[in-house]
């Protein structure tokens, strides 16, 4: 089992920064990728930013070059550094880690980006 607990979400106008962060507990050694989604109202959930087991990054077109994923081993956390926030950035933030045979997911935390 893997726990995630997000936090940092909040109100920021445009062109502003939040750091969100994620929490890892419980079968962390099994972890092959984490990352995160996010999910605007009326639309899909859909991946912003990844970093596997081996340090490999992958990030959305749509926020490269604005948002940094990182984590901190010592602590269990990864975290997601967002910055030049635009409206097009509001939703809900979801961490999520997979394992070879479960998919995990955090309760969301919303980000709210105003004009």
């Known amino acids: 089992q893997v726990q995630l607990v997000e936090s940092g979400g909040g109100l920021v106008q445009a062109g502003g920064s939040l750091r969100l962060s994620c929490e890892v507990s419980?079968?962390?050694?099994?972890?092959?990728?984490m990352g995160w989604y996010h999910q605007a109202p009326g639309k899909q959930r859909e991946l912003v930013a990844s970093i596997t087991r081996g340090g490999f990054i992958n990030y959305a077109d749509s926020v490269r070059g604005r948002f940094t994923i990182s984590r901190e081993a010592a602590i269990n956390t990864m975290y997601l550094q967002m910055n030049a926030l635009k409206p097009d950035d509001t939703a809900v933030y979801y961490c999520?880690?997979?394992?070879?045979?479960?998919?995990?997911w955090g309760q969301g935390t919303q980000v709210t980006v105003s004009s």
């Open positions: 999520n880690a997979k394992t070879d045979w479960r998919t995990y």
């Open positions: 419980g079968s962390i050694s099994s972890i092959t990728v």
